[in-house]
């Protein structure tokens, strides 16, 4: 199958690329010039067609001219922070448009958009949260994506069948993000509990790649959205005693009230990144992937016991 796959040079994207490569599948990947040095070992696959350039640059669509069967849309800039708001704006929702608009122009029929659980609230207003929880999106990448959601909703009824993928906080082979801060952190002795121990639910990147390969080689585009995620949340403090036993560092273990007063502070003082991180470590979130494995045949991680084996084999 012929496949456009946006974001191949992010954590997430690397993983995709080589499960759908591997499976066969021919991939037309636009990346820009800055970013190739990131997918150094998948340009030895001769079913990789890299085109120089970004997703959204209609030039850079327009160049393609072999027949396309699925977009995998995964490219976007991701936290806060990252760019100034009218780039967010650009890449995240109006880039998603270019490629909606390009797929009808091309008659593309598949449409795969990785969004993010974050829609719904880095922490979510009910637990476990459920694809129907109200939006929620806080802080301007969050909201970004939700409004691209809401551009894909309105193709659904047009000759195109799209998904809309949910993930929570990835982890795995060559993660630079949440999980390995934590590792860094603890090693460090600078990892902060909160008195109260919250429940926190990650996602194995390879056992999604692999479930993006299953909704492709199935064909399961139904026009719906689904919350993606390991099998179970896990014990954060149980995590971090994990991490620790296995990397040495130490705990610190702080009043609620601390990290209470520490979030007030950073909302007032417009630290969005900082009051996010400080949320993820203190407060629960946590989802229900039911939907996804009764209609997709999903197999979610064990997380605990993929980190256990991650760290064995020196991942983080």
Known sequence: MNIFLTGMSGFMGRHVAKKLLNEGH??????RAESLNKINVLQQYPNLKIIKGAF??????????????????????????????????LVNVDGTQNLLNWARKREITRFLYISTV?????????????????????GIYHQSKAQA?????????????????????????????????????????KMMLAKSDILIHLLDVQAFSELINRIIKKDLF???IYLIADQQPVSFKKLANLIKAARGGRLWQVPDFVFSL??????LLKMDALRTSLQLIS???????????????????????QIKEYLKDNVY
Do not use: C
Not at 26 to 31: D, G, I, N, S
Not at 124 to 137: I, K
């Open 26 to 31: 021919q991939l037309f990947a636009p990346v």
């Open 56 to 89: 959204y640059d209609s030039a850079v669509l327009n160049s393609i001219k072999s027949p396309i069967d699925a977009i995998v849309h995964l490219a976007s800039i991701r936290g806060a922070g990252k760019a100034p708001v009218e780039k967010y704006q």
């Open 118 to 138: 974050g829609v719904l609230g880095s922490i979510p207003s009910e637990l476990p949260a459920r694809v129907n929880s109200p939006f929620a999106a806080d």
């Open 149 to 189: 959601e809401k551009r894909i909703l309105q193709i659904s009824n047009t000759s195109i069948k799209f998904l809309i993928l949910r993930p929570t906080i990835t982890y795995g082979p060559e993660d630079d993000g949440f999980l390995k801060k934590m590792v860094a952190l603890i090693q460090t002795n």
């Open 222 to 224: 139904n026009n719906n």
């Open 262 to 267: 520490a979030k007030k502070t950073t909302q």
């Open 283 to 305: 407060e629960s979130w946590y989802y229900d992937i039911t939907p996804a494995l009764q209609d997709m045949d999903y197999i979610p991680a064990d997380t605990e016991q």
